[in-house]
């Protein structure tokens, strides 16, 4: 019955210069008075980081490797996004949190300046998933065009000057990856890489498991493995988005999904837009020792 109806894209406001869903500008200060149990985790991403990757992951972990269980709801009913205010009757992220006991395993994009402080005050763990610029541009571009909760991305020139200059919901790309790299040495935050999960994922679902002091078999954790790689979730109805209506997310444009791969910014990026992003990188990344790797 939702046949033919047409969401409007929402409109971007600011909280401290960060651009954000107005909606959640209308409710910053209930996201900012969020409470959290020392014992909730916190997963955390800049978008298409692999952060549904990641709570998959840290979900299986926290069932023991029960699948049946991680199939109990859709990532984003199991896992709170505190930050996501949707269009009634669907509730807040805060709400699902809320009406949820503790521990919680809990999703935000926030930059780690505008984190709700209690996290920091409660000590909770948090799991970071840094992705390569390049490549979260072109994931992120993808998934505005299928994705009608998010601002009309424009075609792919248009945002590849907006996502440079941060201009997307959630902010600079720059500023968040390195906001949390400076923040782990304050807080117990686990920073994962994107690539080394390609490319070793065994071995990052080992250092999860153990950032989260879980003792597990050899067996429980291949079975986690394998409910999480790439076929797995993309033909799981509960961790692929496909649940979602059309109107808000259509995957007929571009999958959730995707590609699930390194080095596609490849097959965007002109040699001329390369020159221009490179300059910029070198600009903003100069002095930091977080580095990233565009290709495996
Ligand atoms: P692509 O668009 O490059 O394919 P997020 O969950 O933070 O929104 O990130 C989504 C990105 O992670 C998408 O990237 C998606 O394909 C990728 N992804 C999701 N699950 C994955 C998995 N199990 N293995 C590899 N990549 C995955």
């Known amino acids: 019955h939702f046949g033919g109806y047409v969401m409007q ?3 971007l406001g600011h909280i401290s210069g960060v651009p954000l869903d107005q909606k959640a500008c209308d409710t910053w200060e209930d996201i900012w008075k969020f409470q959290a149990h020392p014992e909730d985790v916190l ?5 298409k980081a692999g952060i549904t990757w990641m709570q998959e992951i840290v979900d299986m972990i926290c069932q023991e490797g029960n699948n049946e269980r991680c ?5 984003y009913d199991k896992h709170p996004f505190l930050e996501a205010v949707a269009p009634k009757p669907v509730p807040s992220g805060l709400q699902l949190a809320e009406n949820m006991d503790p521990p919680r395993i809990l999703k935000t994009h926030l930059p780690v300046q505008l984190l709700p402080p209690s996290f920091w005050d409660q000590d909770c763990k948090v ?4 992705r390569n610029a390049k490549d979260s541009m072109v994931s992120y571009y993808h998934f505005q065009r299928m994705n009608k909760g998010l601002p009309d991305p424009g075609d792919w020139d248009t945002y590849f000057s907006t996502f440079l200059s941060g201009n997307v919901t959630w902010g600079s790309w720059f500023d968040h990856v390195l906001g949390w790299w400076d923040a782990k040495d304050r807080h117990q935050v686990l920073y994962i890489f994107y690539e080394d999960m390609i490319e070793n994922t065994r071995r990052e679902i ?3 498991k153990k950032f989260l002091g879980k003792e597990l078999s050899e067996e429980i954790l291949e079975d986690v493995y394998q409910h ?3 076929h797995a979730m993309s033909e799981n109805p509960m961790a692929n ?9 259509d995957h ?8 699930g791969i390194v080095g596609d910014w490849r097959n965007h990026f002109t040699v001329a837009q390369d020159e221009i992003f490179e300059k910029e990188y070198g600009r903003r990344m100069a002095g930091t020792d977080l580095t990233f790797r565009t290709e495996l």
């Open 252 to 259: 007929s444009i571009s999958p959730f999904m995707r590609k």
């Open 43 to 47: 997963v955390a991403a800049y978008p």
């Open 241 to 249: 988005y496909s649940t979602i209506p059309s109107f808000v997310m």
């Open 228 to 230: 999480t790689t790439f």
């Open 71 to 75: 199939r109990r709801a859709p990532t």
């Open 206 to 208: 080992e250092k999860v």
């Open 9 to 11: 894209r929402p409109r």
């Open 127 to 130: 799991i970071y998933v840094a």
